[in-house]
C-alpha cells in the first residue's frame, strides 16, 4: 500500500508573534479537549483536523502545574537556558521506554554540541515531514530571514509578460489564499491593478499577453511521488497562486498557465484589453511595470513547518538550488541541498535526499544530524529563526491535536517541533524547554510502525518528558 496520508495542514490559525506564549498554551488546552472526540480511523490516517480551535482565558499555571515561568518559552529562552544534563536527559528519555518499529533518536542540550542520547543516531531512516527541518536550514544558509522573491510585470510595447519569481506564497486576490486569515500576502489582483494604470500611463490600453516560469526547470513532479498524491502538493512551479490550487481556471493543470489567465481576467476588469491567447515566453524584454514582493522567509518558513506545507518546501528547494548556484530543479535541490549539508556538518553515510518537503520514501536522515542541525541553529544567528519557525505542542499546525493525554501534559504549549508521518512512519524533531530552565533538542525516526495503531504517542510522551525533567546541569 502506498502513502496513506501526510500531516500537512492548511487549516488557519491567528497570526504568530513574540506574544504568543499564552496564546498558545490556552489554545492548547482547547486542543486537548478536542482530540477525545475524533474517530479512532482520523488518529489512524494520521490527518489533521480543520477545525478552528476555540481560545479560552485559563491560566497559563494549569497547563504545567509545579512548573513556573522556568518551563515557559518567552523571548529570551534561547539566551538564558542553563546547561543541560547528559545524564539527565537520558534518564528522562529511557524513562518512558522503548519505541516500536525501527528507532533512530537523539538528544542534546540544544546550547551544546554533542549528544546526550543516541539511539541509532547515526541509522539514516526516512524521515518524513522532518526533513522540512534541513530544508529550513539550507534556506537559512544560503538565505537571510528577511528576503524576499519578486514577482514582475515586463512591457515590450505589445506584450505584457507575467514573469514568476518563485514565491510559493502568491495570492491570485487578497481573501483568495488557504493562510489570507492569518498573514498579509502579496497578490495578482494587487498586481493587475498597479499594471493597469502603469499601461494607461503609457497609453497602452489593448495588449497580449504572456507569462514567463522559466526561473524553475526540470519536472514539475517528482518521479518517487505516486499521483496520488496531488492531495498533498501541487506540480511545482515559479509562478502559481494560491499554493498551486486556484479556485478560478482550476480546470488547468499547468499552475503558471492558471496563474496568467487569473491576470488577464484582472487586467480586464481594470479596463485593460487583453488577447485571448495566452502564451509561455521566456527572458522577456522590455521595462518592469509592476511587481510584488512576497512576504520574508522567515514567514515562510513558519508557516512551511506550522502547517507542514509540501507545496512551500518543494519551492524553497528550488530557490536553495538556485542560491548555491545549482538549477532550479529537484536534481538542483538534491545537488545542492547534498554540498550545504556537508559543509555544516549533517551529512553522514546513508543519507539520502530527494526532495525538499519529505514526501518521497526514499529519503533518509539520520536523527543525530537533525539534532545537530537544531544545535546548529541555536549556535548560529543567520539559522536561529528556525527555531522560532515550530509548531507548538497542542497549540498549532500539525501539533495541534498531538499531545494529547495525561502522559503528554508537560509537553502541552511548550514543546515545538516539527512533525512527520507517512505510511508506517512517524517522527518528531524540535526542543523541549525543561522544568528547571534548560534546553533540549531532540530526534526521533520510526519506522516499520505497526499498522494497527497510532504510534505517535510515544513520540509526544518522549518529548512531554523531557519538558517535565529538571535537566539543569549543577
Known amino acids: 500500500?502506498?502513502?496513506?496520508?501526510?500531516?500537512?495542514?492548511?487549516?488557519?490559525?491567528?497570526?504568530?508573534?513574540?506574544?504568543?506564549?499564552?496564546w498558545l498554551v490556552t489554545v492548547g488546552l482547547l486542543a486537548t479537549a478536542a482530540i477525545g472526540t475524533l474517530p479512532l480511523a482520523s488518529a489512524k490516517g494520521w490527518l489533521i483536523s480543520n477545525d478552528e480551535p476555540t481560545i479560552t482565558n485559563l491560566p497559563i499555571d494549569e497547563l504545567?502545574?509545579?512548573?513556573?515561568?522556568?518551563?515557559?518559552?518567552?523571548?529570551?529562552?534561547?539566551?538564558?537556558?542553563?546547561?543541560?544534563?547528559a545524564d539527565a536527559i537520558k534518564a528522562a528519555i529511557e524513562a518512558v521506554g522503548p519505541g516500536e518499529g525501527t528507532i533512530s533518536a537523539a538528544a542534546g542540550d540544544l546550547n551544546g554540541d554533542g549528544l546526550s542520547y543516541s539511539n541509532n543516531s547515526e541509522r539514516a531512516l526516512t524521515p518524513a515531514s522532518t526533513m522540512k527541518l534541513m530544508t529550513s536550514i539550507g534556506s537559512l544558509y544560503k538565505y537571510s530571514a528577511d528576503a524576499r522573491f519578486t514577482t514582475s510585470v515586463i512591457f515590450d510595447g505589445a506584450t505584457v509578460t507575467l514573469k514568476g519569481g518563485g514565491d510559493p506564497l502568491l495570492a491570485s486576490s487578497p481573501d483568495s489564499h488557504p493562510y489570507a486569515k492569518e498573514i498579509d500576502l502579496p497578490n495578482l489582483s494587487d498586481l493587475a491593478a498597479d499594471t493597469a494604470a502603469g499601461l494607461k500611463q503609457r497609453g497602452a490600453t489593448r495588449v497580449k499577453l504572456a507569462f514567463d516560469d522559466s526561473l524553475f526547470s526540470g519536472p514539475s513532479w517528482q518521479p518517487s511521488w505516486d499521483d496520488s498524491y496531488h492531495q498533498w502538493v501541487s506540480p511545482v512551479s515559479a509562478?502559481?497562486?494560491?499554493?498551486?490550487?486556484?479556485?478560478?481556471?482550476?480546470?488547468?493543470?499547468?499552475?503558471?498557465?492558471?496563474?496568467?489567465?487569473i491576470f488577464a481576467d484582472q487586467l480586464r476588469a481594470n479596463g485593460?484589453?487583453?488577447?485571448?491567447?495566452?502564451?509561455?515566453?521566456?527572458?522577456?524584454?522590455?521595462?518592469?511595470?509592476?511587481?510584488?514582493?512576497?512576504?520574508?522567509?522567515?514567514?515562510?518558513?513558519?508557516?512551511?513547518?506550522?502547517?507542514?506545507?509540501?507545496?512551500?518546501?518543494?519551492?524553497?528547494?528550488?530557490?536553495?538550488?538556485?542560491?548555491?548556484?545549482?538549477?532550479?530543479?529537484?536534481?538542483?535541490?538534491?545537488?545542492?541541498?547534498?554540498?550545504?549539508?556537508?559543509?555544516?556538518?549533517?551529512?553522514?553515510?546513508?543519507?539520502?535526499?530527494?526532495?525538499?518537503?519529505?514526501?518521497?520514501?526514499?529519503?533518509?536522515?539520520?536523527?543525530?544530524?537533525?539534532?545537530?542541525?537544531?544545535?546548529?541553529?541555536?549556535?548560529n544567528p543567520k539559522i536561529r529563526p528556525l527555531l522560532e519557525a515550530l509548531p507548538a505542542a497542542a497549540s498549532t499546525g500539525t501539533m495541534a491535536i498531538r499531545f494529547a493525554d495525561e502522559a503528554s501534559t508537560a509537553g502541552r504549549g511548550v514543546v515545538r517541533a516539527k512533525t512527520g508521518s507517512l505510511d508506517r512512519v512517524s517522527a518528531l524533531a524540535g526542543y523541549a524547554p525543561t522544568r528547571d530552565g534548560s534546553l533540549v533538542a531532540f530526534a526521533l525516526i520510526g519506522n516499520d510502525l505497526p499498522e494497527d495503531q497510532d504510534p505517535r504517542g510515544w513520540f509526544d510522551h518522549v518529548a512531554s518528558s523531557l519538558a517535565a525533567c529538571n535537566c539543569a546541569a549543577g
Open 239 to 261: 509562478l502559481a497562486v494560491d499554493l498551486g490550487k486556484p479556485k478560478e481556471h482550476s480546470d488547468q493543470a499547468d499552475p503558471a498557465m492558471s496563474a496568467a489567465l
Open 272 to 379: 485593460i484589453d487583453v488577447g485571448d491567447d495566452v502564451s509561455r515566453a521566456e527572458q522577456p524584454t522590455g521595462e518592469a511595470v509592476a511587481s510584488v514582493q512576497s512576504v520574508p522567509l522567515f514567514n515562510i518558513l513558519e508557516r512551511m513547518n506550522v502547517h507542514s506545507d509540501n507545496y512551500l518546501a518543494e519551492v524553497l528547494f528550488r530557490q536553495i538550488a538556485l542560491a548555491s548556484g545549482q538549477p532550479g530543479s529537484f536534481e538542483g535541490g538534491v545537488s545542492a541541498q547534498t554540498t550545504n549539508l556537508n559543509e555544516l556538518g549533517l551529512w553522514s553515510d546513508g543519507q539520502a535526499i530527494h526532495d525538499g518537503s519529505g514526501l518521497s520514501e526514499d529519503n533518509k536522515i539520520a536523527a543525530g544530524n537533525l539534532v545537530k542541525g537544531l544545535q546548529i541553529a541555536q549556535h
Open 64 to 85: 504545567q502545574p509545579g512548573a513556573g515561568k522556568a518551563g515557559l518559552i518567552g523571548p529570551d529562552i534561547f539566551d538564558e537556558s542553563k546547561p543541560a544534563s
Open 1 to 22: 500500500m502506498r502513502r496513506l496520508s501526510t500531516d500537512s495542514s492548511q487549516k488557519s490559525s491567528r497570526k504568530l508573534s513574540p506574544g504568543w506564549v499564552a
